[in-house]
């Protein structure tokens, strides 16, 4: 069936390290990619979002580049900040409309 | 609008009793979610509607949960009786019918059962 597999964490960077976190996923047909971050005690909010190959989401200096070769969709910041201290999730959403969420990542950010 | 509201937003209740959490999805869309988090087992999609009309339900953990979807403008997830083990965040998610659009979520409702 459709799923998402995602890099666990949790993840601690220092102030201004870069950011991979990893993602890949199965599915039939051609899903929308999703990356949501949730900051603590608030509900998910959408980061970044890719509908179809070769498609590049960014937003906030966060990016993922959907790769159907490899079924893949890393989320990459160059130099990350306290603020982005957060727990991010990969996701997918096939035909039937149902939307499938990774474990979660937890990063964290040091000065 | 005001995005997806959900309320209460915490719930303590004893062991045996029923719990019904609320949500209000955004005007004009017509699908929702329903999900738990939990540290065990991250974010579980519990049911999802379409158009009120409950789609899939095969993540709902048993009979003591249902939910229901009597308008476009309200849904409720209600849990009886309510165990130790149902302690989670329920959070409630609301989107619109095209393929690619997100999903919008509320702040949670976060349940212990004592």
């Known amino acids: 069936g459709d799923s998402v597999t995602q890099m666990e964490g949790p993840v601690t960077l220092s102030e201004e390290a870069c950011l991979t976190i990893n993602c890949t996923y199965t599915a039939t047909g051609y899903p929308s990619l999703f990356w949501y971050v949730q900051y603590p005690g608030e509900g998910l909010q959408l980061l970044l979002k890719?509908?179809?190959?070769?498609d590049k989401g960014s937003n906030k200096g966060f990016e993922a580049t959907y790769r159907k070769e490899t079924t893949s969709f890393h989320l990459e910041k160059g130099s990350v900040q306290v603020s982005d201290s957060a727990v991010y999730f990969c996701?997918?959403?096939?035909?039937?409309?149902?939307?499938?969420f990774g474990t979660g990542t937890r990063l964290t950010v040091i000065p | 609008d005001a995005g997806v509201i959900q309320s209460p937003r915490h719930e303590v209740t004893e062991m045996g009793q029923e719990v019904t959490l609320r949500c209000k999805p955004i005007?004009?869309?017509?699908?929702l979610f329903w999900y738990r988090q939990t540290m065990m087992r991250g974010l579980e999609l519990l049911i999802y509607f379409n158009n009120n009309v409950p789609i899939d339900d095969s993540g709902m953990p048993e009979d003591r949960f249902s939910a229901k979807m009597p308008n476009a403008s309200f849904s409720t997830l209600k849990i009886q009786p309510s165990e130790p083990r149902d302690s989670a965040v329920y959070f409630c998610?609301?989107?619109?019918?095209?393929?690619?659009?997100?999903?919008?979520f509320g702040q949670g409702t976060r349940l212990t059962v004592v």
């Open positions: 005007s004009g869309h017509d699908y």
């Open positions: 998610a609301s989107r619109g019918s095209y393929d690619g659009t997100e999903a919008f």
């Open positions: 996701a997918l959403q096939t035909g039937a409309n149902n939307l499938f």
């Open positions: 890719a509908t179809k190959a070769d």
